[in-house]
């Protein structure tokens, strides 16, 4: 069974920083792309980053380019979301999810809710 | 970008309904739907345009034609009242639709 666990999520002021963490579980991590997905309270979904199975291939959303990074490590079967200079609009809940074939995301974790406020 | 409509729908158990999704360039049919209800994750329902997911039941379709995509309901039960999404991963960045509130009339 694939299982994805988001974890790192708290109250942060603006301009701090937080590192979020993803470990997942069922599936051959490092076959697969991986993907944050963030949603602010009430609103719709925003594709934040992507990592390639090897990690060298990454791609960022305009809005956070320059302020997050995307990684994993494959032998702990966990990727990793750094985030810094946060804005109060980074508050969403971010989920981390699996990508397949072409780039669906089959499975979703649960999601941590990041809030940026002072 | 994608644009998704109607953003809201209202409907009654056992209608047929229609979500569009309208790309402003050609996806090569690389989109997805995804239903997500209050309070949880996304679920995939459909990739590549039409084809289902395992596990999710066969009222639910996708089409495309150009780079129009619909996602159809057919025969809507209770549990479908939630959320959907598109979501076209053709090319970087990943972009998702709206998203359309399916809600009980």
């Known amino acids: 069974e694939v299982k994805l666990l988001e974890s790192g999520g708290a109250l942060v002021q603006p301009g701090g920083s937080l590192r979020l963490s993803c470990e997942a579980s069922g599936f051959t991590f490092g076959g697969d792309v991986m993907t944050w997905v963030r949603q602010a309270p009430g609103k719709g979904l925003q594709w934040v980053s992507s990592i390639s199975g090897s990690g060298a291939t990454i791609y960022y959303a305009d809005s956070v380019k320059g302020r997050f990074t995307i990684s994993r490590d494959n032998s702990l079967n966990t990727q990793y979301l750094q985030m810094n200079s946060l804005r109060v609009d980074d508050t969403a809940i971010y989920y981390c999810?699996?990508?397949?074939?072409?780039?669906?995301?089959?499975?979703w974790g649960q999601g941590t809710l990041v809030t940026v406020s002072s | 970008q994608l644009t998704q409509s109607p953003s809201t729908l209202s409907a009654s158990v056992g209608d047929r309904v229609t979500i569009s999704c309208r790309a402003t360039?050609?996806?090569?049919?690389?989109l997805a739907w995804y239903q997500q209800k209050p309070g949880q994750a996304p679920k995939l329902l459909i990739y590549?345009?039409?084809t289902l997911e395992r596990g999710v039941p066969s009222r639910f379709s996708g089409s495309r034609s150009g780079t129009e995509y619909t996602l159809t309901i057919n025969g809507l039960q209770p549990e479908d009242f939630a959320t959907y999404y598109c979501?076209?991963?053709?090319?970087?960045?990943?972009?998702f639709g709206q998203g359309t509130v399916l809600e009980i009339k």
């Open positions: 590549a345009a039409s």
């Open positions: 999810a699996k990508g397949a074939g072409r780039g669906q995301l089959d499975y």
């Open positions: 979501h076209q991963y053709s090319t970087y960045p990943y972009t």
């Open positions: 360039q050609g996806l090569s049919g690389w």
